[in-house]
């Protein structure tokens, strides 16, 4: 089975300091892993995407995320936010036949 | 614009009403895949397409649920009979075939859907 636990569901930074957002997964297999990103009333955007090339995934808008087997995570990072980060995240397991959204980390950028 | 797109944006409807939602994927992708994300909470995966062939659905999709998809291109969901429990956003994603479910989906703005 696979499945993805987002661990926090708010997290503000301030503009400018490096961006954490946490998600472990869960699997029988190797997954596959994506984050996605929903600004207000937009759809979702993929951000990155693992799928056992590289362990460090590096994604748009300055965001990379790296896959550690050893702790089954897959957290997403930024070095700097912008206040254009502010938005919902999703990290997405994806498995067989469909994919597994987590719940959702609120990111908001503090000027 | 050669992404996805879901029409209409918004419906509000009363309970009892049917309604129906209409997805374009895009044009070379050959699976489309419906979720529902209530408030606060991520997308639920409701079903998905391999061009014309329902392949697979969830335990959320309740009788009152039906999904085509008749020409391999566009899909149309169907809610009979609605209940207010049926109000969220409604989000169409498409693909290109790969492993199902490990391929990049590419979504649409969602339908927003209201009970009243």
């Known amino acids: 089975a696979q499945s993805v636990t987002q661990l926090d569901s708010h997290v503000s930074v301030s503009e400018g300091t490096p961006v954490l957002l946490r998600c472990n997964y869960s699997?029988?297999?190797?997954?596959?892993l994506f984050w996605y990103v929903q600004h207000p009333n937009k759809g979702l955007q993929l951000l990155l995407k693992?799928?056992?090339?590289?362990?460090l995934v590096k994604g748009i808008n300055g965001f990379e995320a790296e896959f550690k087997k050893s702790e089954t995570s897959f957290h997403l990072t930024k070095p700097s936010a912008h206040m254009s980060d502010a938005a919902e995240y999703f990290c997405?397991?994806?498995?067989?036949?469909?994919?597994?959204f987590g719940t959702g980390t609120k990111l908001q950028v503090i000027p | 614009d050669t992404g996805v797109s879901q029409d209409p944006r918004h419906k509000i409807t009363k309970r009892g009403q049917n309604v129906t939602f209409r997805c374009d994927p895009i044009?070379?992708?050959?699976?489309l895949y419906w979720y529902r994300q209530t408030l606060g909470q991520g997308p639920e995966f409701l079903t998905y397409?391999?061009?014309?062939?329902?392949?697979?659905k969830s335990r959320l999709l309740s009788d009152r649920f039906s999904a085509e998809r008749p020409k391999g291109s566009f899909s149309t969901l169907e809610i009979q009979r609605t209940e207010q429990g049926d109000s969220a956003m409604y989000l169409c994603?498409?693909?290109?075939?790969?492993?199902?479910?490990?391929?990049?989906?590419?979504f649409g703005p969602g339908t927003r859907l209201l009970v009243l």
């Open positions: 994603a498409s693909s290109l075939a790969g492993l199902a479910g490990r391929e990049t989906q590419y």
């Open positions: 699997s029988s297999y190797s997954p596959s």
């Open positions: 693992y799928t056992s090339a590289a362990t």
């Open positions: 997405v397991g994806g498995g067989y036949q469909k994919v597994t």
């Open positions: 044009s070379e992708h050959n699976r």
């Open positions: 397409f391999q061009n014309e062939a329902q392949l697979e």
